[in-house]
């Protein structure tokens, strides 16, 4: 698997490259300068981007959204060793899949695997629940049937898959959602996944 890593860090940097490749990853660029990253993953097929959310020349969430809006497809993972609640939620809106506390280190390669794969993961230490107005009465108002769907959804599921294993019709399980994303005042499928795994 071929992994971009952006830090400003070098000691980070250079501890993450060892432990990736000796863990068999090929490092194709391990580097301080978004731009040259940016331009690297242009020219090479990469399977991840791991950046830190927080530079001193520029934001890593900032970096991520430009790499998407050349690829919407890029997988891109976030660390960090800051709560950095806007960044994260700014992040994952538009489209990065994870996100990992950097001494994490323990996570770091499930993590990598899981957003290859194009899954969503946000490390269990994040207190990212404040950034939902939701609370626990207004999850009760959710039917057993809103429940099950919210948990399909926060597996990765689309509507069609969804549909088949609840046996419903897409419209219906489409009917299902907006009402779920109004109880609980969310916007997309993403925040309910982030939601569902905080609650």
């Known amino acids: 698997m071929k992994l971009i890593m952006v830090d400003d860090d070098v000691l980070v940097l250079n501890a993450l490259s060892t432990i990736l490749g000796k863990s068999g990853y090929e490092i194709v660029l391990a580097t301080t300068d978004s ?7 242009k020219e090479n097929k990469v399977d991840v981007v791991i950046l830190d959310i927080r530079m001193k020349e520029i934001n890593g969430v900032d970096v991520a959204i430009e790499l998407l809006e050349y690829d919407k497809d890029a997988k891109i993972m976030l660390l960090t060793t800051f709560n950095d609640s806007d960044d994260i939620m700014r992040g994952i809106d538009r489209g990065v899949l994870g996100v990992i506390l950097k001494d994490n280190v323990a996570s770091l390669i499930p993590a990598i695997e899981s957003v290859s794969l194009g899954n969503k993961i946000i490390d269990n230490e994040l207190n990212i629940k404040s950034l939902f107005k ?17 948990e399909q959804i926060a597996k990765g599921l689309s509507n069609k898959e969804i549909s088949e294993k609840l046996f419903l019709s897409e419209g219906t399980v489409r009917n299902y959602i907006s009402g779920i994303l109004e109880k609980l005042d969310l916007r997309d499928r993403t925040q309910l996944a982030i939601y569902y795994y905080t609650k």
Request: no cysteine.
């Open 35 to 41: 731009k040259k990253a940016i331009e690297t993953y």
């Open 134 to 150: 939701t609370t626990k009465k207004e999850f009760d108002l959710l039917t057993q049937k809103e429940i099950e769907i919210l």
